[in-house]
């Protein structure tokens, strides 16, 4: 069961209004990293965990959480929106500073929701399911968690960065110290489970069946070998379970393919069918 109080977890105000910045803090609300994304992710997560509930009940907490930092983005926005002058193509013509409003502003704010904030990112693509992530093991799950944690914070920090207003920053301020105890918590969650589980995903997979000669070799497939200095190419395996090796020319393990024509019904093109050129060289190749 879940309940709304009417208080916002921490204060969402701006000092003024200001359209543009509105449509540049869409992406933290509706883009991929956004809080929209991780509310859903961990709300689903939780739902789908079976077995230890303290990690349910950590989803669950900061699933609520993150909901609340929609609420909070979604009124923060609409503040930026009041007053915003839609309708003010006359004086945007004679009047160059209104005129930069208009042209940076997103015009859905205005036509479709109203002066207020929407399900979408930055640049107005609309928000999507598949952005969240709950495959059911928990390790994945974390480290997906801790993965968008990291990209969240990253574009709240930026959005500071270019932000001006004392409100605003106030806000971020508080989502990006947030963002700093969530990646810690996923973290000390992962920790604890790969202690349980070894860091390999999934870790109920039997090894034997996979082929344990390539497990823990790296490949040189690019230019150059700067890749060999690594601590992924020698030493330990991060799991305990191999060495690190590493090959600097690789060799193919299998055959060069040939397929079997398609039966006729299918009309590709026949095998037997000659370019004219293969018929009649140009007489200047050679």
Partial sequence: MFYHVKELQYRAKPERPDPIYAKKLQEILGGQFGEISVALQYLFQGWNTRGDGKYRDLLMDTGAEEIAHVEMLATMIARLLNDAPVNAQEQAAKDPVIGAVMGGMNPQHAIVSGLGSMPVDSVGNPWTAS?????????????????????????????????????VKDMLSWLIARDTMH???????????????????????????????????????????????????????????????????????????????????VHDTPLNVLRTSDVHPDPDTK
């Fill in 131 to 167: 952005y969240i992530n709950a495959s059911g093991n928990l390790l994945a799950d974390m480290r997906m968690n801790l993965t968008y944690e990291s990209q969240g914070r990253l574009q709240a920090v930026r959005l500071y960065e270019i932000a001006e207003d004392r409100g």
């Fill in 183 to 265: 990646q810690n918590q996923w973290l000390a969650a992962i920790a604890e489970l790969e202690a349980k589980e070894n860091v390999v995903v999934p870790s109920t997979f039997p090894r034997e069946l996979e082929k344990q000669e390539v497990s823990y070799t790296l490949f040189n497939y690019s230019a150059g070998n700067e890749s060999a200095k690594g601590r992924w190419a020698y030493g330990p395996s991060m799991d305990g379970c191999g060495v690190f090796n590493y090959v600097e020319n690789p060799v193919p393990f299998g055959k060069k393919p040939k397929l079997k024509p398609a039966p006729k019904w």
